[in-house]
C-alpha cells in the first residue's frame, strides 16, 4: 500500500485469527438455492447431476489448498475441514472463508457446462460461508454429526414433500400433512403411500457425500495433475494422492473415522462413539462477529495472487483496460444485486463496497456479507469473461478474498474512500514507470532500482523526457480508478391516472471516473451515501 496522510483508516481493520490449535471448519452454503434449482430446473427433491457437481467443485477445492484434508456435503452445502497444524493464511477468518467461497463458487461456474451440457447457466451462483472452531476432535465429531443427522431429516422431509406434491397435493396442503410428523412416521407415508423403501433411495442422497485423501484406500494411487500454471501459463505438474469420495453411514462414527490413518495424523483420534446429537453445542462455536451498528460498512476484495493471474492471461502492461472493465461490470452486477451497497470504488484487482449505515444485510453477519459479495462477484467475472475477452481462453479460475472494515463516521469513510484513490495514483504512476522503463529493454530488477526512491516530480518527468508521455493526458481509468453508485432516482412519478405516485423507480447503476478526494464529488451526487 502507498504511504499518504490517509493510511490512519487502517487502524479500523481488526484480527479475527482463529486461535491455535483449533480445528478450522469451513461451510459454506448455496445463496438462495431454493431459488436457483427452481430457475434451472432441478430435478426434485434430489438432482443427483448438481451434487454431483458440488462433490466434483468440492475435489478441486482440496487439490487448490491442501491444508484442507477432509469435507463433507449434501444438497447445496459442503464443509471444509483443515488439519490441525494448518497456518493458512495465518489463520484469519475473514480471508479463509472468502477465498474458499470465491474458488468454489468460480469451479461451480467453469464446471457447469460440464455437468449440464444443455442448460444455460441464467445468472451467477454465489455461497455465503462461515467458520466454525472447533476446540476439539471431540467438537468437530459432534459438528459431522449433526450435519449428516440434517443431511437425513432434510432429505427424508424433501422426499416425502415431494413425492406428495407430485401427486396432486398444494405445497400448502403438503406441508401441512408433513407438520410435527417424525421419522417413523414419514417412513411410513413414503412406503404405504408411494412404495418407497427410504433406506433403499441411494446413498448419495441419505448420507451425503465426503472427500479425503488416505493411503488405505483400495482406490489410492499417485497421479500427475496439473495443480497450476507458472509465470508463462505453462502447467505446473505434482504427483498426488486421489481424493476418495465416499458415502458413509456415520462419517463421524468412531470405526469410519479411526479406519483412516491419514485422518488421525491431519485431525486426531475420535475416542468414541457419539450419543444425542446437540446442535446448539455445535454452534456455539460458530466463528461469528457481527459489525458495529449505525457504522459504514466496507467489504474490500482483492484478486488472490492476481500478478500471476494477469501474467498467464497476457493482461497489457501496465493496465488492461478490458480487464478494468471486467472488473467494473461485476460491480455493477453487484450494486444492483445488493441494494443496500450504496457505492463501490475498484483499481486493478481491488474493490471496495460501501454497505449504508443503517444496512441490516444478514444482520450484520460479518462472514456472510464477505463471502455472499466476494462469491457473487467471483462467479460474475467467470461468466463475464467472454464479453471482455471473446479471443481467449480463461486457463484457471481467479478468486478473491475480502474483509470487512466498520467506520464510524462519515468524513472517516471518506478519508478512507480517499486512501484508495490516493494508492490508486502512487501504485499507477509507480507502474507505468516500470512498465515502460521493462518495455525499453531494462530488467526488472534495472527497473526497481531505477525507480527506488524517486518521487511524483521525478516519475512524471522520467515519462515526459524519456517515454514522451504526459502523465496526466493518461485515461481517467488509471489514474483515478473507477466509482460505482447509483444514479439519482426519479421521485413523483406520474402514473396512468394522472396521480403523482410517492414511489422511487430503481435507479440505473452507472460507472464514472472521478476525484473523488474532491469533496466537489459528493456535493453534486449528495444521493449516493445520503450525507453530503
Request: net charge neutral.
Amino acid at each position: 500500500m502507498a504511504n499518504s496522510k490517509y493510511e490512519y483508516v487502517k487502524s479500523f481493520e481488526v484480527e479475527d485469527e482463529v486461535m491455535f490449535p483449533n480445528l478450522i471448519i469451513i461451510r459454506i452454503d448455496g445463496r438462495d438455492f431454493s431459488r436457483f434449482s427452481q430457475v434451472h430446473k432441478f430435478e426434485k427433491p434430489n438432482d443427483e447431476t448438481s451434487l454431483n457437481l458440488m462433490n466434483s467443485c468440492a475435489s478441486s477445492v482440496l487439490v487448490e489448498y491442501p491444508d484442507i484434508v477432509f469435507a463433507y456435503g449434501y444438497s447445496d452445502e459442503y464443509s471444509f475441514v483443515f488439519k490441525k497444524a494448518s497456518r493458512f493464511y495465518q489463520r484469519r477468518a475473514s480471508k479463509i472463508l472468502s477465498l474458499v467461497a470465491s474458488f468454489f463458487a468460480a469451479v461451480y461456474v467453469t464446471k457447469w457446462k460440464e455437468f449440464f451440457p444443455h442448460t444455460k447457466l441464467e445468472y451467477a451462483p454465489s455461497f455465503a460461508s462461515k467458520v466454525v472452531s472447533c476446540a476439539s476432535v471431540e467438537v468437530l465429531q459432534a459438528y459431522l454429526a449433526w450435519r449428516q443427522h440434517d443431511c437425513h431429516i432434510s432429505n427424508q422431509y424433501d422426499t416425502c414433500l415431494w413425492m406428495l406434491v407430485k401427486s396432486g397435493k398444494t405445497l400448502s396442503e403438503t406441508q401441512e400433512i408433513l407438520k410435527d410428523t417424525q421419522k417413523q412416521q414419514r417412513n411410513e407415508l413414503l412406503f404405504q403411500q408411494f412404495g418407497i423403501n427410504y433406506k433403499m433411495l441411494p446413498v448419495l442422497f441419505r448420507q451425503g457425500s465426503c472427500l479425503f485423501k488416505t493411503k488405505k484406500s483400495k482406490s489410492f494411487q499417485l497421479l500427475e495433475e496439473t495443480v497450476k500454471h507458472d509465470e508463462n501459463g505453462k502447467p505446473v505438474k505434482r504427483l498426488r494422492r486421489r481424493e476418495t469420495l465416499v458415502h458413509s453411514e456415520n462419517v463421524a462414527g468412531r470405526s469410519f473415522w479411526n479406519e483412516h490413518s491419514s485422518l488421525h495424523k491431519d485431525l486426531g483420534h475420535f475416542a468414541k462413539d457419539i450419543g444425542k446429537i446437540e446442535p446448539d453445542y455445535v454452534k456455539s462455536f460458530q466463528f461469528e462477529s457481527r459489525l458495529l451498528p449505525l457504522t459504514w460498512v466496507v467489504v474490500r476484495i482483492d484478486g488472490c495472487h492476481f500478478h500471476r493471474f494477469s501474467e498467464v492471461h497476457e493482461f497489457e502492461k501496465p493496465n488492461d483496460e478490458q480487464a478494468l472493465k471486467l472488473m467494473n461490470s461485476c460491480a455493477v452486477a453487484v450494486l444492483e444485486e445488493f441494494q443496500d451497497i450504496a457505492f463501490a470504488y475498484g483499481v486493478s484487482d481491488e474493490f471496495s463496497f460501501v454497505l449504508k449505515n443503517k444496512s441490516e444485510l444478514y444482520k450484520r453477519q460479518s462472514s456472510k456479507i464477505i463471502s455472499a459479495v466476494v462469491s457473487f462477484f467471483t462467479s460474475t467475472y467467470m461468466m463475464r469473461w467472454g464479453d471482455f475477452f471473446p479471443h481467449k481462453k480463461l486457463k484457471y479460475p481467479p478468486s478473491f478474498d475480502g474483509r470487512a472494515v466498520c467506520y464510524p463516521t462519515s468524513d472517516i469513510l471518506l478519508d478512507y474512500l480517499a486512501w484508495r484513490q490516493v494508492d490508486c495514483h502512487i501504485n499507477n504512476q509507480y507502474n507505468t514507470c516500470f512498465w515502460m522503463l521493462v518495455k525499453s529493454g531494462k530488467s526488472k530488477i534495472q527497473a526497481q532500482d531505477y525507480l527506488k526512491g524517486t518521487q511524483t516530480r521525478e516519475k512524471n518527468e522520467l515519462l515526459s523526457q524519456q517515454f514522451g508521455i504526459e502523465y496526466n493526458s493518461l485515461p481517467v481509468i488509471f489514474r483515478m480508478g473507477s466509482s460505482v453508485f447509483r444514479l439519482k432516482t426519479q421521485e413523483g412519478v406520474t402514473e396512468e391516472n394522472g396521480e403523482v405516485s410517492g414511489k422511487q423507480v430503481e435507479a440505473e447503476v452507472g460507472v464514472d471516473y472521478s476525484n473523488i478526494i474532491d469533496q466537489c464529488f459528493w456535493q453534486q451526487h449528495p444521493h449516493i451515501l445520503s450525507f453530503s
